[in-house]
């Protein structure tokens, strides 16, 4: 199936315990390339959700960032900077030996110098959110790859109906080329036994066996196999672009083995007008490849 690897989703999941955002880009690329980006507090689920990006994706470079915000404010740490704490309270009491000052160290005097406490969130358990919160976050990560692949499939019919077009053309120029070098064939086959009649009246040569030779030369610029070949790698190409199988690849390759065919015609084929098609041919097919490029 012609899908375009190409593709954007976006969307978000709320509910009493959180909020889960999750955006999905793609764009072309020869494999598979994951770049994920998930918070800490489920960095945990990195393999399981690759497994599912594999599963519906086989190519393009793909940019996935899950974010969460939980309903929950997590409960504050509090550290006390002991070390801190013990040298203070040995100048405090120096100074109150020495009749500084007078009173003693008490909490709020530890409240207000900023390097006696540390306040900070405290981090969740390891597993923690992703147990509360797992099946969520695979639930929004699978429904904004359903997202995706329905874009990037909208794509893939456009792709298709181009490419359908510059086959069918494809298919015309193949054609013109078989008829021109078929005529070419009868041209040159006629130019060498008129040729051979001229070089007859002089020499005494076997008339039969010369119009064999003439025949065999001639055949040399057959391409009936090529042009099988052609229309066979046509018919493969409608079977690959019919499968639910990704088939970038596969068409990629397929135009190298057309391109190769054709290579091969312009070679042997002679006539006129065959350089000037089989050019038209190579274009067509340089202009395909470009396009099998945003194939899955």
Do not use: Y
């Amino acid at each position: 199936m012609i899908k375009s690897m190409t593709g954007f989703a976006s969307l978000t999941r709320d509910d009493e315990r959180g909020a889960i955002g999750v955006t999905i880009r793609s764009v072309n690329h020869r494999f598979l390339d994951l770049q994920l980006r998930l918070p800490a507090a489920i960095a945990d689920m990195e393999p399981r959700l690759r497994a599912l990006v594999q599963k519906h994706l086989a190519r393009g470079r793909v940019e996935i960032s899950v974010s969460l915000q939980l309903r929950q404010p997590a409960a504050p740490h509090v550290e006390l900077n002991e070390e801190f704490a013990q040298a203070l309270a040995a100048a405090v009491h120096l100074a109150r030996s020495r009749g500084v000052i007078s009173g003693e160290l008490t909490a709020s005097d530890l409240l207000r110098l900023p390097q006696a406490l540390s306040i900070r969130e405290k981090l969740p358990e390891a597993g923690g959110v992703s147990a509360l919160l797992g099946s969520v976050v695979d639930e929004a990560v699978f429904t904004a790859l359903q997202q995706l692949d329905e874009m990037r499939a909208r794509e893939g019919v456009h792709l298709r109906n181009d490419l359908d077009v510059r086959k069918a053309l494809l298919a015309g120029l193949i054609t013109r080329i078989a008829t021109a070098a078929n005529t070419g064939r009868e041209e040159l086959e006629a130019r060498l036994l008129e040729r051979a009649r001229e070089i007859a009246t002089a020499l005494p040569i076997d008339q039969a066996a010369l119009s064999q030779e003439v025949v065999r030369v001639a055949q040399r610029s057959d391409i009936s196999e090529e042009v099988t070949r052609f229309h066979g790698h046509l018919a493969h190409w409608d079977a690959l672009s019919d499968s639910p199988e990704p088939c970038g690849r596969k068409l990629d390759f397929l135009l190298q083995e057309m391109n190769r065919e054709v290579n091969t015609i312009g070679a042997k084929a002679d006539g006129l007008q065959v350089s000037e098609v089989v050019i038209q041919a190579k274009a067509e097919l340089e202009r395909m490849r470009e396009q099998v490029q945003n194939v899955e």
